[in-house]
């Protein structure tokens, strides 16, 4: 079956009744990204790399900066976004992540299955618009217990990898 037929017949209900459980955690898990994000930008200049890589086996990314200071963390694959298709995909569904790097994102797959949360785990999930993705990423940290995550853009599709230990060179 086609992502495109995928696609059309996909109906995900994000303001779906939820438990109190899994409502809780999707409060939490929204207010911790903002507070999360905004501390990769000011502690870690996230807001100022001229360059970026990730290496899918060590799981390791860099952030290298003008001034010759590189940020490294470990880094696993939450998911990609493709804007052209408004879709999400976790990486646990994807077959071009290396499998030890879909760890956490099977955490997430996890975690929708205690909390009974579909959207987490449908493997491509309709994502029409920036809020729904930063949704979806606050979910990964919460589940994970990621310090935030880094969005890398890879020709039409970007990469959202969740960060654990970071420090600066």
């Known amino acids: 079956m086609s992502w495109q037929k995928n696609k059309a017949e996909t109906k995900l209900d994000f303001d779906a009744p939820l438990s109190p459980e899994a409502d809780k955690f999707l409060s ?10 905004a501390a990769l930008h000011s502690d870690w200049r996230f807001d100022s790399y001229k360059q970026w890589g990730y290496d899918q086996f060590s799981g390791v990314l860099k952030l290298d900066f003008e001034d010759g200071a590189q940020f490294c963390a470990d880094g696993q694959i939450l998911g990609s976004y493709i804007p052209s298709e408004l879709s999400w995909e976790w990486a646990w ?19 929708g299955e205690r909390l009974g949360i579909s959207y987490l785990v449908t493997g491509m999930v309709p994502a029409p618009t920036e ?12 589940a994970t217990n990621s ?12 990469v959202i990898i969740a960060l654990k230990n970071p420090k600066m060179d």
């Open 28 to 37: 939490e898990a929204t207010a911790e990204f903002n507070i999360k994000q």
């Open 147 to 158: 310090i935030g995550v880094f969005r890398g853009e890879a020709g039409s599709v970007a």
């Open 93 to 111: 569904n994807n077959p071009n992540v290396e499998a030890a790097m879909k760890k956490d994102s099977l955490l997430v797959k996890q975690a």
């Open 131 to 142: 809020e729904i993705v930063s949704f979806l990423c606050a979910i990964g940290i919460k």
